[in-house]
């Protein structure tokens, strides 16, 4: 079973078919935003929508906004092309950790076992018993006010680390602030996100280990690091990396749900969530104004779709019980 | 082969392998044993091949790894050359691992299917850190040969091959130390009755060829038949009987090696109708909850009472023939 193999597989499976031509919708959007939606000449920040007028009343679809504005004259076409990048970022690179924390913590609770898998897996089910999303809510508003003071030490090596994955920003740089709200939403779900990952990882490895080729492997002599990353690791790793595509998805929901909220994005950013939260004041009125929540609510719906297809095909594809038919 | 003055390689003394069975919140409340190995005792001479046979979940790949401590014992010593592989420290142990090998049941599960056969047969080399990549090119390449493959097919992956040339992969990978013993788990029982033969041809020649020792695992007698030297058959657990082949063959002392060898069709039609055969009835029990007395007692023909209060001593019934059975002289 190789990557190819899995590519194949993957083309030929109409519904996987789907998810992967949205993806790659997804992709030109990202790449080529500026030629879809070139950046304003006196911009500062080309991810800050540009603004048409002041005025509060959202504008439906029209000749210049082609999607319309929101409360504020934001316009939507503008922002829902430059928040593919902002989803790409945030998913992979919260993905990215949660994989890694989760991928490391649960091999190395099964593959040592004993007194180490047992204060790893209560730490972790520690973490699972907080409900996600209202956690993560209160921990990026109290990492704000801790940013906010300017006290955060050890934490803002960790954001800067953030931004230098997400925003290509070097390490010495000070941290934007339009930014850091962004990388305080981050480590929040970075924190709460890591446990299915590392409770998969567990359990295929505790099976793997079983296997007589990891018996083999101990039998001519390898040490144990070897025996974790070159055969437990890569026979275990398949089924969780199905597992973190899907969580690409859902982390950019949990994101635009921060952003919803005012706690992730700021106002104006190109964010899919942050463009919804305009919405809040006009509730009563959607009928009129059905625009500000639909298109950038659309973005957000096949962005996590995209990825549950693909999640879900790789799933059926990798199937256990497949394994060894080739 | 084996007399008096033979060697003694190996020497197992009341080898014990008991895996709990824990339950509680924090699975750490044990609530009984898998007896998998319960106190078995034999050597093994240099040069010989041992047979060790049993039904299916008696304990056998258990006691060959524990011999080989892939397991930790739960009591009982192993001796390799006089030194008590129980009680060394890992890093020794690991060294040692340069003698004494692994031949193992599933040719599908015992190769890492993301490694290519090339890197499968030189990752022992790899690992203990012997010669440079030429030369461990070139010597894996003579092992594939070796074990009857081509070298040209080093870099394809194990679900390229067929369940004897996936066998032969694992006996290369086994071979590539150049150890003097061999555990060979059940090495024939998963392949096609045609590629036994041949793959009992090769394990013979590389024997003669490398002096090898083994310690030859199956779970029927007529696997074991060809090769051994000596045969040791156990049952849940324990060791029942071990003697020379053709003394086990012609004389089995243990009502169980009798059942079993009843169990294998005789060519002779005239000893075929003149032999006594032995049914063996009901099930063999759970090695969590093994019987009292003798283990063998509840599937027993002639059990009498002692069987079901006593242990069995293991004995020397007779010169070279070891027993374990109250009712044998
Ligand atoms: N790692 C293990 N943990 C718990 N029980 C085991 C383990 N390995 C083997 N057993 C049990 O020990 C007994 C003997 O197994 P095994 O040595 O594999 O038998 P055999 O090789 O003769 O078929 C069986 O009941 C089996 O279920
Ligand atoms: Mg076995």
């Known amino acids: 079973m190789t990557f190819g193999y899995v590519f194949k597989k993957l083309i030929k499976n109409p519904i996987a078919f789907i998810g992967l031509l949205l993806l790659l919708g997804f992709i030109i959007m990202a790449v080529w935003a500026p030629v879809f939606a070139p950046v304003p000449e006196n911009a500062r920040d080309p991810y800050m929508i540009p603004r048409d007028g002041f005025s509060a009343v959202p504008v439906p679809p029209n000749e210049d906004h082609i999607l319309g504005t929101t409360e504020g004259q934001y316009d939507i076409f503008y922002g829902i092309i430059w928040g593919s990048r902002t989803a790409f970022r945030i998913g992979v690179v919260i993905t990215l950790f949660t994989t890694l924390m989760g991928i490391m913590v649960g091999s190395v609770a099964a593959y040592y076992g004993g007194w180490i898998d047992e204060v790893l897996m209560r730490i972790t089910e520690i973490f699972q018993t907080f409900p996600f999303l209202l956690t993560a809510i209160t921990l990026t508003s109290v990492l704000q006010a801790v940013y906010g003071r300017g006290e955060a030490g050890a934490l803002i090596y960790s954001a800067k680390i953030l931004a230098f994955l997400t925003f290509g920003h070097s390490l010495a740089e000070k941290i934007n602030p339009i930014q850091l709200t962004i990388l305080t939403g981050m480590i929040s779900i970075i924190m709460f996100g890591w446990m299915t990952i590392a409770r998969v990882t567990r359990g295929n490895i505790l099976t793997v280990k079983n296997y007589e080729y990891a018996i083999a492997a101990e039998t001519i002599g390898a040490k144990n690091l070897r025996i974790l990353f070159r055969h437990l690791m890569p026979n275990a790793i398949f089924p969780v990396l199905v597992i973190a595509s899907m969580n690409i998805g859902s982390y950019v929901l949990t994101f635009a749900a921060l952003s919803f909220l005012g706690l992730g994005a700021q106002r104006g950013y190109a964010d899919w969530g942050q463009m919804i939260s305009f919405a809040r004041n006009w509730i009563p009125s959607l009928a009129e104004y059905s625009h500000i929540v639909i298109y950038p609510g659309m973005a957000i719906l096949l962005f996590v779709l995209a990825w549950n297809l693909v999640g879900d095909a790789l799933r059926d594809i990798l199937d256990p019980r497949m394994r060894g038919t080739k | ?329």
């Open chain 2, 1 to 329: 082969m084996t007399n008096d003055n033979s060697k003694v390689m190996v020497r197992v003394e009341n080898l014990k392998k008991h895996f709990p069975i824990k339950k509680g919140v924090f699975g750490n409340k044990q609530v009984g044993a898998v007896k998998a190995v319960d106190g078995v005792s034999f050597d093994i001479y240099q040069g010989e091949t041992l047979g060790l046979v049993g039904e299916s979940g008696c304990g056998k790949s258990t006691t060959g790894r524990t011999l080989l401590q892939l397991y930790k014992p739960t009591a009982g010593k192993v001796y390799y050359h006089d030194q008590d592989l129980t009680d060394i420290k890992p890093e020794e142990m690991r060294q040692n691992r340069r003698n004494m090998q692994m031949i193992f049941q599933d040719p599908y599960a015992s190769l890492n299917p993301r490694m290519t056969i090339g890197q499968i047969i030189s990752e022992p080399l790899v690992v203990h850190g012997l010669g440079d990549r030429k030369e461990r090119l070139a010597q894996t390449e003579e092992l594939i040969s070796k074990v009857g493959l081509n070298p040209f097919f080093k870099d394809r992956y194990p679900h390229e091959f067929s369940g004897g040339q996936r066998q032969r992969v694992g006996i290369a990978r086994a071979l590539a130390l150049r150890p003097e013993f061999i555990v060979c788990d059940e090495a024939i029982s998963a392949l096609d009755v045609s590629i036994q033969a041949q793959v009992v041809n090769l394990l013979e020649d590389l024997q003669e060829e490398f002096d090898l020792t083994y310690l030859f695992i199956a779970h029927d007698l007529s696997m074991v038949k060809h090769i051994s030297d000596r045969v040791a058959v156990m049952y849940l657990g324990k060791l029942v009987e071990l003697t020379e082949r053709q003394e086990l063959y012609d004389n089995p002392l243990h009502p169980y090696t009798q059942a079993l060898l009843s169990a294998v069709p005789i060519p002779d039609p005239i000893k075929e109708k003149q032999r006594n055969r032995v049914i063996l009835t009901g099930d063999v029990p759970s090695p969590s909850h093994p019987p009292e007395g003798c283990n063998f007692n509840p599937r027993c023909p002639i059990a009498e009472d002692i069987c079901r209060r006593e242990d069995p001593e293991w004995r020397m019934a007779a010169p070279g023939h070891w027993v374990a059975c109250h009712l044998v002289n």
